[in-house]
């Protein structure tokens, strides 16, 4: 009798599946463990040794045919979970942007600027290839991420935004720093074989046609500039301009001159702003930028910060609107509240926006905070101390470097895991990569509550069994620079916190012979 003609149906079927499911054919599949079970009820006749040995690893074969199933199973639950997830964080994205969907399909959608992504590019029309292959060829370093506009042309009382288009910034065409991030992987050694300076220049492909004007409140100064800037705007540059509600009330009360200057009247409108405006000018400190920020809760305009002792801000302005500019991409955390309550992690609070940090903390409770932190699924540690804070890299010269983190560039991805005074010597902070979720509960066991606060405002409290989760956004912030985003950063530390600053070692004292 040949065995290998036994069963040979179900065999085939066996190996057919297994293959249809992995590409190639599993060594358990020629082993199914019904025939294991029956191998191991028969009786063993004698007493040899070598039968029983034979019986033991027929018993092991049939355990690790278990875990295989189980395995299996268990992967393709997690897969299906995941997908799940991904279905419901692209309908939160949406709902932010509600002309998405259609622009998709039309390939017409000029304003917006998402982190890149190749999913999120629809494709581009034979003249805007043609376009594009002469850019690239011309300076190698095209982002191809141009804005668009779902608005249609026949639309003439409608004001079209501004489309612009952002590419890698380079100073010259002899220098090295215009060429790409390529990863070289030549005889088997993988290397780097170019870089890239990562400047960000935005070049305006039609004039900005409306301006967004917001100030710091309860300043004289500011209060004096901004009728100023908004009157040379209107005469010199014929420019449509939105400020808050309340700023338009004091320049009407300077004059009715500015009856032209437009507002919004509710938050709906409010959200609808990023669709209207072309560029958000700021009158203030940081601040400024950070209620800026907090305004948009989707795509982010670009911004041009303007400082209390702005003398000089026609000549900048008129720069900037003819453009190039050179812009930094300031990246935000979004973060999720999940109360015990919810049935699963979808029933979640609305999403919040932060650009520097959300900080954890015992709030008023005299008890430590006890917090349970995971990144993407993996526990991290437990936070005994006073708090933790979640910070992205242009947050890192704010409360995190209170706390004892890093100054880390605004241009690195990544984002910065600080404990606030831990009940630990070796607790030290850590600078974790952009793509990660983290989850940060209150166990069951916790004293108190913990409290959560959101660039410095919007407090919610967490009670034992809630959750916090923080991921990065897909929409950065847009904000441009006096000079380049490295150049800026340096500027900011060194006369901002007066880093390394101190006196130079007199050069009378003792030398080496």
């Given amino acids: 009798m040949a065995p290998n003609k036994l069963n040979s149906s179900s065999g085939n079927s066996s190996v057919h599946g297994s293959q249809s499911d992995n590409g190639f054919i599993s060594s358990f599949s020629l082993f199914p463990e019904k025939a294991v079970q029956e191998l191991l009820q028969s009786p063993v006749q004698g007493s040899d040794d070598h039968l029983i040995e034979f019986s033991e690893a027929l018993r092991t074969v049939a355990k690790a045919l278990r875990r295989v199933a189980e395995g299996k199973a268990s992967a393709q639950a997690e897969a299906a979970e995941w997908k799940r997830k991904f279905e419901l964080e692209r309908a939160r994205n949406m709902q932010f942007d509600p002309t998405e969907k259609s622009s998709l399909e039309n390939q017409a959608d000029l304003g917006d600027v998402r982190t890149n992504s190749p999913a999120n590019h629809p494709p581009l029309s034979k003249k805007a290839n043609e376009r594009f292959e002469r850019c690239c060829s011309s300076n190698g370093i095209c982002s191809h991420e141009v804005l668009r ?225 995971y990144c993407d699924n993996s526990f991290v540690t437990c936070v005994q101390g006073d708090g933790l804070i979640l910070s992205t890299t242009s947050g890192s010269t704010a409360y995190s470097l209170a706390a004892g983190g890093s100054m880390v560039h605004p241009q690195v991805p990544g984002i910065l895991f600080t404990p606030i005074c831990p009940h630990s010597l070796s607790f030290r902070p850590l600078i974790l990569p952009e793509h990660v979720t983290l989850r940060v509960q209150v166990p069951f066991n916790s004293r108190s509550p913990a409290w959560a606060s959101f660039d410095g405002k919007d407090r919610k409290q967490l009670e034992p069994g809630d959750a916090l989760v923080c991921s990065m956004a897909p929409w950065p912030v847009p904000t441009a620079c006096l000079v380049d985003s490295t150049n800026d950063f340096l500027r900011s530390i060194h006369e901002g916190l007066h880093w390394n600053l101190r006196k130079t070692q007199s050069f009378d004292g003792p030398r080496e012979s």
């Fill in 149 to 373: 506009d779902g608005k249609s042309d026949s639309d003439s009382k409608m004001v079209r935004k501004a489309s612009f288009k952002l590419s890698w910034y380079c100073k010259g065409e002899q220098s090295d720093q215009h060429k790409h991030d390529v990863v070289s992987f030549e005889k088997g050694n993988i290397t780097t074989a170019e870089r890239s300076s990562k400047q960000i220049s935005l070049k305006w492909e039609s004039s900005p046609q409306t301006v967004l004007i917001l100030t710091k409140p309860n300043s004289l100064s500011v209060q004096i500039l901004c009728v100023e800037m908004v009157r040379w705007l209107r005469q010199q540059k014929k420019l449509n301009i939105y400020v808050e509600p309340r700023v338009r009330v004091d320049l009407l009360t300077e004059s009715s001159y500015f009856n032209f200057v437009e507002t919004w009247n509710d938050d709906k409108e409010v959200l609808a702003l990023h669709t209207k405006v072309d560029l958000v000018i700021t009158l203030g400190g940081d601040g400024t930028v950070l209620w800026a920020a907090s305004m948009f809760k989707g795509p982010v305009p670009p911004i041009v910060p303007f400082s209390l002792d702005s003398e000089h801000y026609k000549e900048c302005l008129d720069s900037i609107l003819k453009g190039p500019i050179s812009i930094a991409l300031r990246h935000r955390l979004q973060c999720h509240v999940i109360r015990d309550a919810a049935k699963n992690e979808y029933e979640a609070e609305e999403p919040i926006l932060v650009l520097n940090e959300v900080t954890i903390d015992r709030g008023i409770s005299s008890f430590l905070t006890n917090l349970e932190c």
